[in-house]
């Protein structure tokens, strides 16, 4: 297969695609793949399995695609087919939860030298980037890429990478308990989408109601919860809409006297997980197990629950669950008045906050606790907003950056 017949191909599975046959599209592009004898038509067909991959969930799939692609591009020595098989390759370690190598391949992208693409890409980069960091539970970088993905969008007047990164912005302060802006920025996203989405992939306006949900969910307001995950159900792909109800599950459930309901809930949902390769959320799945477990007061189960949590989220680097593993550990052991385990998880718990540096610095009081409206310096570190505003001016009292106005996010 030639140049020209490999593009018509590529094109025709595109079609197919968008007409939402994605069965009859992969079958096409698969052909192409084997047949063609064109190194660029053969890396923009990887790319399409990789996108077509990514939308399904089916991230391992994804990766190996990913795999081929770079070296199609090793192969080619063309910088700017490297620069967008890194990104590709990143992206799919992010997916895998696999965070330390995402963040190497995103910097592999940036210092890639003399690429037309990294204009264009940039911006992603550093969305991975950021998504990275948060899977590590480094804030404050994660903080510093988002901005910066921020930025690329702003001047490529790029609205769907300004979508994307509302949403993980929405997840961001998720983690830290600020609901508000948790709230805010999917709301921002969702206008995108209302504004400019009407060629977009269905998956943007699904991931707004998404992260919106649980937003939602965690400011209490459940019916207006419910409302955003009935958005989604009409048009998202079901292997992810695993994760969003599974939030909602959760709530529910614990609210609900019939806590046993829960856990055939949970099962489910990390069969779903499990096989899409989501490792942080099988940890989230172990910790809600776990929290169910200790309302019941069977306490070595719940302990049981725990260890699994604290293992994946060890094997993954995010140290934000190891945290509340220690601070659901340091309960059970209270209640069971063992003193010596108590003590341990009391050690474990505070160097994680140290080492999270989960505490603002002007008050010295912990962050990410309980819901309290936060801000950014431009610096990205982060603060109590009602200790910054009377602090006023003064600069930021971590890095000692003077700042005049606060940061955007
Ligand atoms: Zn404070
Ligand atoms: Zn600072």
Not at 55 to 66: C, V
Request: net charge positive; with cysteine.
């Amino acid at each position: 297969m030639g140049q020209d017949q490999t593009k018509q191909q590529i094109e025709k599975g595109l079609k197919l695609y968008q007409s939402n046959d994605t069965e009859k599209a992969l079958y096409v592009w698969m052909k192409v793949l084997r047949k063609t004898s064109d190194p660029g038509g053969k890396f923009r067909v990887l790319g399409c399995l990789i996108t077509a991959h990514s939308e399904m969930g089916k991230y391992k799939e994804m990766l190996q695609y990913s795999l081929a692609q770079i070296n199609t591009a090793r192969e080619m020595e063309d910088p700017d087919y490297l620069t967008e098989g890194y990104l590709n390759l990143a992206r799919s370690n992010e997916k895998l939860c696999e965070f330390q190598k995402t963040v190497s391949y995103c910097e592999t992208c940036l210092n890639m030298q003399g690429t037309t693409v990294s204009l264009q890409l940039n911006g992603q980069v550093c969305l991975s980037m950021g998504n990275a960091y948060l899977g590590l539970s480094v804030f404050q970088k994660a903080l510093v890429s988002y901005e910066k993905a921020l930025r690329y969008a702003h001047n490529n007047d790029d609205k769907m990478l300004e979508c994307r990164v509302c949403c993980s912005l929405g997840n961001f302060y998720i983690q830290l308990k600020d609901y508000e802006k948790a709230l805010f920025f999917p709301c921002k996203a969702a206008e995108l989408v209302n504004d400019y989405g009407k060629g977009w992939s269905l998956k943007y306006r699904a991931m707004s109601q998404y992260h919106m949900s649980v937003a939602y969910k965690k400011l209490m307001r459940l019916a207006d919860a419910m409302e955003c995950c009935e958005v989604q159900t009409s048009n998202y792909d079901t292997t992810l809409l695993c994760s969003p109800r599974l939030h909602l599950f959760d709530k529910f459930f614990v609210c609900s006297p019939s806590i046993q309901k829960a856990f055939p809930r949970y099962e489910s949902s990390m069969c779903i997980i499990s096989e899409i390769g989501n490792r942080l959320g099988q940890a989230s799945i172990y910790v809600g197990v776990g929290k169910c477990w200790i309302l019941q007061k069977e306490y070595d189960k719940a302990l049981d629950s725990l260890q699994r949590a604290h293992d994946l989220a060890e094997a993954i680097g995010n140290k934000l669950c190891i945290l509340k593993v220690h601070s659901l550990c340091e309960g059970i052991y209270r209640c069971k008045e063992q003193q010596d385990e108590l003590r341990e998880q009391v050690v474990k718990f505070l160097q994680c906050v140290e080492e999270l540096e989960l505490y603002c610095g002007m008050c010295g009081e912990s962050i990410g606790e309980r819901n309290q409206q936060l801000q950014a310096l431009p610096c990205s570190h982060i603060f109590h907003l009602k200790c910054l505003q009377t602090n006023g001016t003064k600069g930021c009292p971590k890095c000692h950056r003077s700042s005049v106005k606060l940061g955007f996010v």
